[in-house]
């Protein structure tokens, strides 16, 4: 018997400053309402999909960004999608920007069930961009000024039927992401991106970006053989180009879906979780084929070494 999961990719167009989060949830549950008519058991939303990509932005008092974080999921002005999702009995994923009780700031993705209740929190472990003020930059990537890196790891969680994990944008370039969740039986992964097209270290990447969006996510659905959803927030945000192409990619590789837009734009796709036993049981069957004993330098040191 196949394990159908039909997913929703919504991905999102610009967010600019002026737009306020109700004016967002909005447009989120309309998304959502194309889903529940196309049949979605869940519906997967971008990376920071409530408010603007505020980390181009620079505050040297960092409490004057606080607004940009919340402080409790649902909230007042959240609760309008979790009751319509839970009406349609339609599971999503969300990213936000999370402040702790305690003050701490995490760049936070959510899974919510289909009864509405929440199943699992992801925050973002591989923390992009820089620290301090680069002020020669068109505009900032302070993501490292503004959150701190999950020292939780990658979660796998019991869900929709199968086995479900989430990564957050830049998470997405790094094998490890996806190994460590292979390694806990993955079978979809759910990932929201805010990629700027203009990577200032380097623009010669620029032209490449959709190219590398897609490699990184058909070889990491592949040789962990799990599905992988990759929704973008995308098009020209505050002045900032932002890549699009949301995809979902099969445990083959092969991209069974990709948005044609750079606005609010739905695709979706029926995902067999068992077509992943079809790689997890042959070709990268980990536990006759894998060698742990000789990779150790994956755990045991950050940078290179040279011999
Ligand atoms: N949001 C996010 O993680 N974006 C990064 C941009 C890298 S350039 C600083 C990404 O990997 O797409």
Not at 145 to 171: H, K, L, T
Not at 299 to 306: I, K
Request: charged share 20%; glycine share 10%; net charge negative.
């Amino acid at each position: 018997m196949s394990r159908v999961i039909t997913v929703g990719a919504a991905q999102l167009g610009p967010i600019q400053r002026s737009n306020d989060r109700a004016s967002v949830v909005a447009r989120l549950v309309a998304l959502l309402r194309q889903g529940a008519a196309a049949g979605c058991d869940l519906v997967v939303f971008p990376e920071l999909a409530l408010t603007t990509f505020f980390p181009r932005w620079f505050v040297d008092d960092i409490t004057q960004a606080d607004h940009w974080y919340e402080t409790e999921m649902p909230s007042a002005v959240t609760a309008p999608l979790f009751d319509e999702a839970k009406r349609l009995s339609v599971g999503f994923c969300l990213g936000y920007a999370e402040m702790t009780p305690e003050g701490r700031r995490f760049n936070t993705q959510i899974l919510v069930a289909k009864d509405g209740a929440t199943v699992a929190k992801y925050r973002k472990v591989h923390i992009p961009g820089h620290e301090h003020h680069e002020p020669d930059r068109p505009f900032q990537h302070a993501e490292r000024y503004y959150f701190e890196p999950s020292m939780e790891g990658f979660g796998v969680w019991q869900a929709f039927g199968g086995r479900m994990g989430m990564m957050i944008c830049n998470d997405r370039r790094w094998p490890e992401t996806y190994r460590v969740m292979g390694l806990k039986g993955v079978e979809m992964i759910l990932c929201g991106y805010n990629t700027p097209i203009h990577y200032v270290p380097d623009p010669s990447q620029d032209i490449l970006q959709g190219f590398h969006n897609a490699l990184v996510m058909q070889s990491g659905a592949y040789q962990n053989g799990t599905w992988v959803v990759g929704v973008a927030k995308a098009g020209v945000e505050e002045g900032v180009d932002s890549l699009g192409q949301s995809m979902i990619v099969a445990p083959s590789g092969q991209i069974v879906a990709q948005t044609l837009s750079t606005d609010d734009e739905l695709i979706t796709a029926r995902c067999d979780l068992d077509w992943c036993r079809r790689y997890k049981e042959t070709l990268f069957d980990f536990d006759r084929y894998r060698r742990p004993e000789v990779y150790g330098p994956i755990t045991g040191q950050r940078g290179v070494v040279l011999d």
